[in-house]
C-alpha cells in the first residue's frame, strides 16, 4: 500500500467521524426545541420588556425631583487648600492660623531661629507657655504630662487632640509632615508645645538625620541642632533624652544647652537618670530647666505605672511624667484625668513646674513673715500678769524701764 492510499483512508475515516459527531448533536438540539413551549417562551420575553419600559419611564419622569432631593440633602463643606512649597533644608510657610510673635525669630541661611526680643527681653519660653496660675492650687501636688511624638501619627495625634485638656504639653516631633499645621491645631487647643531634640544615647538607635551625634565636631552638632529648631516657630523649648554617653563630649553640650538658652528656649530632660552637667549650667543662667520623673504607660504595678506617678508626687509635691502617642495610652490618661486627677491632684503644663519652687518659696516666706511678726503690745502686755500683782512697785518700775523690745516676746 502507497503512501496516497494510506492518506485517503485516514481522510475518509476522519470524515466520517465527523458526520456522525454532528448528526448526534443535531439530534440533541432537535430533542431540546421540540421540548420547549415557544408560546410561553414568548409570553416571558414580552412580561420583561414590558417591565423594563415602565420602569425606565418612571425613572425618566421623576429625575429631576429625585436630584434635586439628593442635593438638599448634602453637606457641602468649603476646606481651604494651601499650597504649601516644599524646601530641602526649611519649611518657611506658616500657617495664617498659628500664633508667631513678633521679635522672636532671626532669619539665618538655615531657617527662623529663636532669638529673646530686643525692646523687653522676651523669651520663647514665657511667649508661648500655656497659662497657669498657682492662686488657688493649695496643697495639692501638680502633675504634668508631655506627649511624645506628636504629628508623627495623624491619627494618633489628632486622637490626643480630641481627648486631652490644654494642660497637657506635646513635643513635636522635627520629622513630622507639616509641623507648621500641627503647631497650629496644638496652638487652637491650648497647649504648650516643646520641639524634640534628637541626641544620641544608649536607648534609641535610629534617630533620625537632624541626631547630634557625641563624635561630630561642635559646629556639626550646632548645624544638626539648628536644622530641627528651623522646622516651625512657636514652641517653648526642646526635650531630649541624654544619658552618660554625653560625658564623651560633656563641654560640647554645655554650649550647645547655652546657645538654647540665649535664644530664650527651655530645656526638658526626658531622662530621670540624665546627667546633672545641663541642669548646672541652667542655674548659673538662671535658665529653664526641667527633668521628667516617669514613663507612663500602664494604669497599675511598680514601674511605669500612674499608681507610680502618685507616688512620686505625693513624695516630692509634683512629677512629670512622659506619655507614649499611643491611642490606648491615651485614653487612658483621659480616663485618670476625670477619675482620679480632678480630685487629688492638679493637672499643669510642664512649663509650671519651673515656676513651682518660687511660688512654694513665696507662700512659705509669707507664712514665716505671718508667725514671726507680732501684733502691736500695750503697755502692760510686756510683763508677765502675774508680775502685776505680786511685784513690788520698784521693781514694777524697774521691769518697764528694762523690757526688751517687742519682737522677743511671742504671744
Not at 419622569?61 to 442635593?71: D, M, P, V, Y
Not at 540665649?262 to 531622662?271: F, K, Q
Not at 507614649?324 to 491615651?330: F, S
Request: charged share 20%.
Amino acid at each position: 500500500m502507497d503512501i496516497a492510499k494510506i492518506k485517503a483512508s485516514a481522510a475518509s475515516i476522519d470524515t466520517t467521524m465527523l458526520k456522525k459527531k454532528f448528526a448526534h448533536c443535531k439530534g440533541i438540539i432537535t430533542a431540546i426545541i421540540q421540548r420547549i413551549d415557544m408560546m410561553a417562551l414568548a409570553k416571558g420575553l414580552i412580561t420583561v420588556t414590558v417591565i423594563y419600559s415602565l420602569l425606565f419611564l418612571y425613572v425618566y419622569l421623576n429625575s429631576a425631583g429625585t436630584i434635586a432631593k439628593l442635593e438638599s440633602q448634602v453637606i457641602v463643606e468649603n476646606v481651604p487648600i494651601t499650597h504649601v512649597e516644599k524646601s530641602h533644608t526649611q519649611i518657611t510657610n506658616v500657617p495664617a492660623s498659628m500664633s508667631v510673635i513678633d521679635g522672636l525669630h532671626e532669619v539665618t541661611d538655615t531657617g527662623h531661629l529663636p532669638i529673646i526680643r530686643k525692646e523687653d527681653n522676651l523669651t520663647s519660653f514665657r511667649a508661648y507657655q500655656h497659662p497657669f496660675t498657682f492662686k488657688n492650687i493649695g496643697n495639692k501636688p501638680l502633675i504634668s504630662f508631655i506627649i511624645m511624638d506628636y504629628g508623627l501619627s495623624k491619627e494618633q495625634s489628632l486622637t490626643a487632640l480630641d481627648l486631652l485638656p490644654p494642660e497637657i504639653s506635646f513635643i513635636l516631633s522635627p520629622y513630622s509632615s507639616l509641623p507648621g499645621e500641627w503647631m497650629s491645631m496644638a496652638q487652637s487647643k491650648g497647649h504648650e508645645v516643646w520641639l524634640s531634640l534628637p541626641i544620641q544615647n544608649k536607648k534609641s538607635h535610629n534617630l533620625g538625620g537632624n541626631t547630634v551625634y557625641h563624635h561630630s565636631p561642635l559646629l556639626e552638632k550646632k548645624n544638626n541642632m539648628h536644622k530641627s529648631l528651623v522646622k516651625t516657630q512657636g514652641y517653648i523649648g526642646i526635650g531630649s533624652y541624654t544619658d552618660d554617653s554625653t560625658n564623651s563630649a560633656k563641654q560640647h553640650y554645655i554650649e550647645l544647652a547655652e546657645d538654647l538658652y540665649t535664644r530664650g528656649l527651655g530645656i526638658l530632660e526626658l531622662n530621670p537618670n540624665a546627667p546633672t552637667f545641663i541642669e548646672g549650667k541652667a542655674l548659673s543662667m538662671g535658665a529653664p530647666y526641667i527633668k521628667a520623673d516617669l514613663e507612663v504607660f500602664r494604669i497599675r504595678g511598680k514601674e511605669n505605672s500612674f499608681e507610680t506617678l502618685e507616688a512620686i508626687a505625693q513624695e516630692k509635691g509634683h512629677a512629670v511624667a512622659i506619655i507614649p502617642n499611643y491611642p490606648a495610652t491615651i485614653k487612658n490618661l483621659a480616663v485618670w484625668i476625670m477619675k482620679v486627677a480632678q480630685a487629688d491632684y492638679i493637672i499643669a503644663p510642664v512649663s509650671a513646674i519651673y515656676d513651682l519652687p518660687l511660688h512654694r518659696s513665696n507662700n512659705n516666706a509669707s507664712a514665716k513673715k505671718m508667725e514671726i511678726d507680732p501684733t502691736p503690745l500695750h503697755r502692760d502686755d510686756h510683763r508677765e500678769p502675774e508680775d502685776i500683782h505680786q511685784m513690788p512697785t520698784s521693781a514694777h518700775h524697774d521691769v518697764q524701764q528694762h523690757t526688751p523690745e517687742p519682737h522677743t516676746h511671742h504671744h
